[in-house]
């Protein structure tokens, strides 16, 4: 014979199975949302490559940020497209340039990337 008790205690324990899946949910997606925090600003150069000798006096640095909310190139503020690319023109002096990326996030953290290219007249 079946008493009222054990059908309360079912529903105890799916209670219980509840709570601790919304828990462990929540704290998932919490961890998920901080990652930004802890990875700070990202910035990946795809061209010109490090280093490279060029033979025009005009270049074009392109690349990808993550977790940005500011970036500059050598001081100068520079904007991020929509999908967080950046391109911006240089005119090259001859000889070595270097070029200095410096991005923050919105939690203050900065990270810096520098770009050197040569510049050799023909």
């Given at each position: 014979?079946?008493?009222?008790?054990?059908?309360?205690?079912?529903?105890?324990?799916?209670?219980?199975?509840?709570?601790?899946?919304?828990?462990?949910?929540?704290?998932?997606?919490?961890?998920?949302?901080?990652?930004?925090?802890?990875?700070?600003?990202?910035?990946?150069?795809?061209?010109?490559?490090?280093?490279?000798?060029?033979?025009?006096?005009?270049?074009?640095?392109?690349?990808?940020?993550?977790?940005?909310?500011?970036?500059?190139?050598?001081?100068?503020?520079?904007?991020?497209?929509?999908?967080?690319?950046?391109?911006?023109?240089?005119?090259?002096?001859?000889?070595?340039?270097?070029?200095?990326?410096?991005?923050?996030?919105?939690?203050?953290?900065?990270?810096e990337k520098m770009?050197?290219?040569?510049?050799?007249?023909?």
């Amino acid at each position: 014979m079946s008493t009222g008790n054990e059908k309360g205690n079912k529903y105890i324990n799916i209670g219980a199975v509840v709570l601790v899946l919304l828990l462990i949910a929540t704290t998932a997606y919490f961890l998920f949302g901080m990652r930004n925090v802890t990875q700070g600003p990202q910035i990946l150069i795809n061209a010109p490559a490090e280093g490279v000798v060029v033979d025009r006096s005009v270049v074009e640095l392109q690349g990808k940020v993550k977790n940005v909310s500011k970036i500059s190139i050598n001081g100068e503020p520079i904007k991020v497209q929509g999908d967080d690319r950046i391109k911006e023109q240089f005119v090259l002096q001859p000889g070595e340039n270097t070029f200095r990326l410096t991005a923050q996030d919105k939690y203050g953290h900065s990270t810096e990337k520098m770009v050197k290219i040569i510049y050799k007249q023909q």
